[in-house]
T-cell receptor, first 110, second 111 residues
Framework: DAKTTQPPSMDCAEGRAANLPCNHSTISGNEYVYWYRQIHSQGPQYIIHGLKNNETNEMASLIITEDRKSSTLILPHATLRDTAVYYCIVRVPNNNDMRFGAGTRLTVKP | EAGVTQSPTHLIKTRGQQATLRCSPISGHTSVYWYQQALGLGLQFLLWYDEGEERNRGNFPPRFSGRQFPNYSSELNVNALELEDSALYLC??????????FGQGTRLTVV
């Protein structure tokens, strides 16, 4: 069973920041938070991951709360191509499998 | 560097037959994950292989099985196919703490 809770859907205006929340209240100390997205039945694409500190890469930023019970994925300037289902996963790298929840369907509108 | 490759891209089988799906991980990756994604639904975890051994399996019947070869490639076998097995089957590979990379999937249609 997935260990995360995400809103089923969100809308965002093109060019604005998209903030996707994820609750993982039962996360353990050695579990990382990973984000993936899936565009229309293609294979999911890795976005970013983190343990404690906030992370940023060319695609997105990941903000993890101090208690690590929730996180937010930020797409700073959403484009129409960012329309996808976004999945938040918690796992111990290479120590267990990856269980996906239902994810958040983000729709970026012009 | 080649990504995760899956074959075949599409597969059509008759109910009761067996299907074999293949996955080649990224070079050097030792873990392979299999997922089933029925139309319009989420990814359901099937199997996880690491270093040639099955580490865990999801809530699927025993007719879903697989193996990982010494070169870390993997096969997923589905016996006694049922109509409900029609889905996109996705394979992913990873190495240690790094992220997992997914292939584009095999679309299995059971008629």
């Amino acid at each position: 069973d997935a260990k995360t809770t995400q809103p089923p859907s969100m809308d965002c205006a093109e060019g604005r920041a998209a903030n996707l929340p994820c609750n993982h209240s039962t996360i353990s100390g050695n579990e990382y938070v990973y984000w993936y997205r899936q565009i229309h039945s293609q294979g999911p694409q890795y976005i970013i991951h983190g343990l404690k500190n906030n992370e940023t890469n060319e695609m997105a930023s990941l903000i993890i709360t101090e208690d690590r019970k929730s996180s937010t994925l930020i797409l700073p300037h959403a484009t129409l191509r960012d329309t996808a289902v976004y999945y938040c996963i918690v796992r111990v790298p290479n120590n267990n499998d990856m269980r996906f929840g239902a994810g958040t369907r983000l729709t970026v509108k012009p | 560097e080649a990504g995760v490759t899956q074959s075949p891209t599409h597969l059509i089988k008759t109910r009761g037959q067996q299907a074999t799906l293949r996955c080649s991980p990224i070079s050097g990756h030792t873990s392979v994950y299999w997922y089933q994604q029925a139309l319009g639904l989420g990814l359901q975890f099937l199997l996880w292989y690491d270093e040639g051994e099955e580490r865990n399996r999801g809530n699927f019947p025993p007719r879903f099985s697989g193996r990982q070869f010494p070169n870390y490639s993997s096969e997923l076998n589905v016996n006694a196919l049922e109509l409900e097995d029609s889905a996109l089957y996705l394979c992913a590979s990873s190495l240690t703490v790094l992220e997992a990379f997914f292939g584009q999937g095999t679309r299995l249609t059971v008629v």
